[in-house]
């Protein structure tokens, strides 16, 4: 049966990787090798190493400048995001609440909101059968909400970089995203230009599948642990970009590290559990020590408790103890120091 399920594994494989939903991935031709030698990060000695076959080379940079400037960016767009959400559902709740006033025969009340050239107002008459609106729009870029809204109730906060003074999320976030753009633009020329940046990885794109699965199989490099890690039909997001950044003896070491590491936790992690084992057999324990026959005395169901529940869950807290430290040694021997 094993071996049945082992072939026809192998097939369902080889299936996969022939059909045309793989093979027409930029992926399935790519080839990413790690712990490239710094004399091979170059484009042209690549294509003399793989010959003709080649199609496209990357090489990946570090530039811990433009990874600030990208992650301010994204926590200005999901800021930008957050706050024209919020500004929506208020426009929504005002203009609901006016809707009902205007259908009482109610004169809803307008906001009054600044703008630069003074203070301006606007008037809105409601009916019954709906709500005609006379309308002076205050200075406030692209905002429908403003026929809703004062001015000082958008969504505001107060950066450190305006010494704590109030400004419109909006209008602020809009005006630093186009900064960022014009500042990552300039960041990804400059590093571009650049040479000492470079990663120790490459992506090799061949023009077959074929030609990529015989670079993957065949060795590269005359020396051991250079360029040997290789992986093929990976995408963007299943790559950690962090740890390309290591060098082959980094990885050595760290490997070994952590293994020694699992296997002190492994021998000390035994204590414990020992304990927990003691505990429940701790009838047997109270019998044979003296300072323990205080137990006896307790009634059956508390014993029972003590010998069938206390264990259990004590063993689950100690289990479920142990992914976190190994998650935790995993993170500070493998993040690479310096990079984001």
């Known amino acids: ?5 082992c072939v026809y594994c192998v097939n369902l494989r080889q299936a996969y990787l022939l059909s045309p939903f793989f093979t027409n991935r930029l992926s399935s031709r790519t ?51 957050r706050a024209e959400v919020k500004l929506i559902k208020l426009a929504n709740a005002a ?18 909101t600044a703008s630069s050239t003074g203070n301006k107002s606007y008037e809105k008459k409601g009916s019954i059968s709906g709500i005609e609106a006379s309308v002076s729009l205050p200075d ?43 500042k990552i633009k300039k960041a990804r020329k400059q590093a571009l230009a ?26 590269s490099h005359h020396r051991p642990l250079h360029m040997s890690h290789r992986y093929i039909g990976v995408r963007p997001f299943e790559i950690v970009w962090d740890s390309l950044s290591l060098r082959w003896w980094s990885r050595v070491t760290r490997k070994f590290t952590m293994q020694a590491t699992i296997a002190v936790l492994v021998i000390f992690w035994s204590i414990p559990c020992a304990i927990v084992g003691m505990i429940s057999n701790i009838a047997f324990l109270a019998d044979k020590v003296p300072f323990l026959h205080w137990v006896l005395d307790l009634p059956q169901a508390i ?38």
């Open 140 to 182: 406030v870029n692209g905002s429908i909400a403003a026929q809703w809204l004062p001015a000082e109730s958008r969504p505001y906060h107060r950066p450190i970089a305006n010494y704590g003074r109030r400004v419109d999320t909006i209008k602020w976030a809009r005006l630093r995203l186009r900064t960022l753009t014009l």
């Open 31 to 81: 080839v990413l090798f790690t712990c490239v030698p710094q004399p091979y990060l170059q484009e042209a000695k690549l294509r003399k190493v793989f010959g003709d076959s080649v199609k496209r080379v990357w090489m990946p940079r570090v530039d811990d400048d433009l990874d600030d400037l990208v992650k301010e960016r994204d926590q200005t767009a999901l800021r930008l995001e």
């Open 95 to 112: 203009r609901l609440k006016a809707s009902q006033a205007g259908a009482h025969g109610e004169a809803p009340a307008t906001p009054d």
């Open 194 to 219: 650049r040479t000492n940046n470079l990663m120790p990885v490459v992506f090799v794109e061949f023009a077959t599948q074929q030609d990529a699965q015989i670079a993957y199989q065949t060795l």
């Open 303 to 340: 014993l029972g408790v003590i010998q069938g529940l206390l264990p259990a869950l004590a063993l689950s807290l100690l289990m479920s103890i142990v992914p976190g430290i190994v998650r935790c040694k995993l993170t500070s021997i493998f993040a690479p120091a310096g990079y984001h």
């Open 1 to 5: 049966m094993v071996v049945r399920e």
